[in-house]
Every structure is written in C-alpha cells, then in structure tokens.
C-alpha cells in the first residue's frame, strides 16, 4: 500500500486533472461539459476533504494532543474552499466566461497554496506520526471513497 502523504498527493493531482477539463471546457465556451467536469472535480475534492476530517486530522490532532495548529489551519481552507465552488459553479452556469475563469484561477491559486501546505508540511508530519499504520489510514479513506 501506499503512504498517507502519497496516496493524499495523488488525490490533489486527479483533481488537478479534472479542474483542468472544467477550465478548458470554460474556456471553449462548451458549457455542459464545464458543469459536468466541474461538477466531478467538486466532487472529487470534497470527497479528499471527508477523508482528511474524519480520518487524518482526528488522528494526527490524537497523537499530537494539538487541535489548533496546522489541521485547523487547514479546515479554516477547506471551508473557503468550499464557499468558492459555489462561485465558480454559479458564474458556469449563467455561461459567464469572464467570470467563471477569474473566478477559477482564483480558486486554483487557494487550492494550489492549500496543496503545497499539505504535501510539506502536514503529510510528512503524518507520515512520520503513524508510520506502522500507513495501510489501515490510507484503507480507511479508500472506504470513504465515493462513487463516480
């Protein structure tokens, strides 16, 4: 199996992917498949984010006796994360290309700042914490893994 900080990166690069679909499709101005591709990469990240609040942060704020640093840093992102979806979302669904775009680049800088916190400084951490129990974390977020 995998390490939690390879298995949590990997996640941030499909979504990756899929953002890049939505953004293309944006910028073609082929609006359905911007909301569908949206729609999967919302998805998509919401899904990572469960995993990380229900099973990472839970267990690393455990072992390190400490809710208030980076985990609360970063539900603190994940919620204005989630806040700029709807943005996006709603500019894609007027067929406001100027919008939608701006609005994307600015969530991708977020999401790609967040990212960066994450695989250098909170996976490393977690993968030295829970070093023996890499396999039953990483299989108790593919469990949450959602469907589509």
Sequence with gaps: MSTISSYLTAEHREADVLF?????????????????????????????????????????????GNSSGPTRMMRIEHEEIRGMF???????????VEGSLGLAET??????????????VLYP????????QHDGMVLQMRQLQSAG
Excluded: C
């Excluded at 709807?86 to 406001?96: G, T, Y």
């Excluded at 969530?107 to 250098?120: A, D, G, R, S």
């Excluded at 951490?125 to 070093?131: K, P, Q, S, Y």
């Design 125 to 132: 951490m977690t993968d030295r914490l829970f070093g023996g």
């Design 86 to 96: 709807d943005r996006v979302s709603n500019a894609i669904v007027i067929h406001d």
């Design 20 to 64: 890049s679909y939505a953004e293309q499709a944006i910028a073609d101005g082929d609006w359905m498949q911007a909301e569908t591709w949206f729609q999967r990469f919302t998805a998509a990240t919401l899904n990572h984010f469960e995993k990380e609040e229900t099973v990472v942060f839970p267990a690393f704020e455990q072992a390190t």
């Design 107 to 120: 969530l991708l800088i977020v999401i790609q700042q967040h990212n960066i916190k994450e695989e250098q």
